[in-house]
């Protein structure tokens, strides 16, 4: 056996070539002589018995006689005998498996729960600071006018509420950034975030000018003719948080491309800057000058302004331009509707059912009602915690579906331990909102008819918390995978089967227990649909190709 060996002092890193795991990296240069850097190569003729190996650093060039090195691997001349012949290409990324936020072959499921914690614990804070901003705003105006604290709740809702239509561009833009650094594509990368601020600019724009010409109406249609002082105080709040829709979409948009970049901490901390910022406005704005619901507005209105462009200055620490726009085509435009589709058909249809269960709620009476809106507010508030392992799933599938490192069997181990996160976390959530409506339910209501009814759904509320994070875990596995007809046929089916539920029930005198049951299947039939989906030999874990196929048919398009 003749065996020829290029060497050197620094180590292997093999790169995965289809069948043979071969694979290697050349410089072309103008001389003879050129400049091959190889990380693994080996090639084996039966006929001639010969072994030839290659071992190069990949950050060191060894000059290397490559015609002399072409002419030993081609010297196995018979079909037979011959081995898959080894792609040379004039760029192939090393890919360090150590590298910031990718998960190794030799990973344990402990440390990649560790990575997971690691990214989407930050992640955690920013579904907190929005509802926590509501929060300080409510204390601090609830300390001087009862008629502003009054306006300040339709006032929330219509600018809150709202934005939830343009979530859209969050999910898109995630998904889009994450598969074009899964293909390793810079220029690619740039281009998705240009023509998305733009997109997120436009949006917000035309939101600026519906709240100038339609917010009176709004919120007079929520409130009421008959209070016109709600009305007026209420809309001066909406005024003048609606000048900031354009940087507030703009920077969601920023957000979202920063956790596509599997980067939480950044995001994290300019929604921490904003929430001091409003904190601290409000209590000068309102306590000191007396401005009222306007000086929270105006508190909110700049922290929101000042989030957007640190997270756009964040992009540029990145190596991307954050100020740059691009007017997207009519198929780029096509592409996002194709990601955004289902994800408005998905927060529709549980807004729809959450507010079919009040509209039942409602209707058995007073103290019922004031139940389930603890209840319902105690699983909303918990419910988030579960939110970022969406995210997880969105920022870190993509390169292990349709990447240059593409793995299934990694991709596989990645949902297993984002599983295990979430089935932990919700016997957490679920545990910590049973024992506070037991334990302490005087924090929200002092009459004991409203206790006795809280006390009726506590094991409903403990199933919803418990499988809720791991909904999230699959829903965002789903949208990674860009299974989108899928996500949007069975939410609407569910939703449809869960409505009938939820008036079966009503109308057998089930009473808000009844109801709470209807929730409960609504959540495990997500999780049941979801987690089957992904679980079939021709899903998108398991079936070779049908994730690339997908791919390159949107990116076609």
């Known amino acids: 056996m003749h065996l020829e060996t290029l060497t ?78 080894v792609t040379v290409r004039e760029e192939i990324p090393v890919v360090d498996s150590n590298a910031k936020g990718e998960f190794s072959g030799n990973e344990s499921i402990w440390a990649q729960v560790v990575e997971i914690v ?48 343009f979530m859209f561009l969050s999910i898109a833009t995630s998904n889009l950034v994450a598969t074009a650094l899964a293909k390793q594509d810079k220029d690619e990368v740039q281009h998705q975030i240009s023509i998305l601020l733009f997109i997120g600019l436009a949006c917000g724009i035309l939101m600026f000018i519906f709240t100038r010409l339609f917010g009176t109406w709004g919120i007079t249609a929520f409130t009421g003719a008959n209070n016109m002082e709600i009305v007026n105080a209420a809309n001066t709040y909406v005024q003048i948080r609606g000048l900031a829709w354009p940087a507030m979409l703009v920077g969601w948009v920023a957000q979202s491309a920063s956790l596509g970049m599997k980067d939480s901490w950044g995001p994290l ?20 000058f007396g401005y009222g619901i306007a000086g929270a507005a105006w508190a909110t209105m700049v922290s929101q302004v000042v989030a957007a462009y640190m997270m756009i200055a964040a992009l540029s620490k990145k190596g991307y331009n954050g100020f740059a726009l691009s007017i997207p085509s009519f198929d780029e435009v096509l592409q996002i509707f194709t990601l955004a589709a289902p994800v408005f058909l998905t927060m529709m249809s549980k807004v729809a059912f959450y507010s079919l269960l009040v509209y039942y709620a409602t209707s058995m009476g007073t103290h019922t009602a004031a139940a389930h809106q603890v209840m319902l507010q105690l699983f909303c508030i918990f419910a988030v915690w579960g939110e970022p392992l969406s995210q997880t799933a969105q920022s870190f599938m993509p390169e292990l579906l349709y990447g240059v490192n593409r793995n299934l069997s ?23 909102g049973v024992s506070i409506s037991w334990f302490f339910p005087q924090l929200f209501s002092s ?16 199933l919803t918390l418990w499988v809720s994070p791991c909904v999230h875990s699959l829903e965002g596995t789903l949208l990674a995978g860009r299974d989108l007809k899928f996500i949007s046929i069975s939410m609407t089916a569910i939703f449809g ?52 196929d997908e791919f390159h048919k949107l990116k076609a398009t």
């Open 8 to 85: 050197c002092k620094s180590h292997i890193i093999p790169i995965e070539i289809p069948k043979f795991n071969l694979n290697f990296h050349v410089d072309f240069s103008s001389t003879r002589r050129r400049t091959c850097r190889v990380t693994s190569l080996t090639r084996i003729c039966n006929h001639r018995k010969r072994i030839i190996t290659a071992c190069v650093n990949h950050s060191q060039e060894i000059p290397v006689n490559l015609e002399n090195l072409h002419s030993n691997l081609n010297s196995c001349t018979s079909a037979e005998e011959q081995v898959e012949a």
């Open 118 to 165: 690691k990214f989407s614990g930050p992640a955690v804070g920013l579904w907190l600071c929005g509802p926590l901003m509501s929060l300080i705003d409510t204390a601090v105006i609830g300390q001087g006018s009862s008629i502003e604290l009054a306006a300040l709740g339709p006032g929330t809702v219509f600018c809150d509420n709202t934005s939830y239509v």
């Open 269 to 288: 901390k300019a929604l921490a800057v904003a929430t001091a910022i409003n904190g601290i406005g409000d209590i000068a704005l309102c306590r000191f």
């Open 410 to 432: 990694k991709a596989r181990m990645l949902l297993k331990s984002l599983l295990i996160i979430g089935a932990s976390n919700g016997l957490i959530l679920g545990s910590a």
């Open 447 to 462: 009459d004991p008819l409203v206790i006795q009814e809280m006390h009726k759904v506590l094991l409903q509320l403990f």
């Open 497 to 548: 089967l869960a409505s009938l539920l939820v008036m079966l029930f009503s109308s057998k005198g089930f009473g808000l227990t009844g109801c709470w049951f209807a929730l409960v299947a609504f959540q495990w039939t997500r999780f049941l649909v979801a987690l089957r989906r992904l679980t079939l030999a021709d899903g998108i874990l398991y079936l070779e190709g049908s994730v690339h």
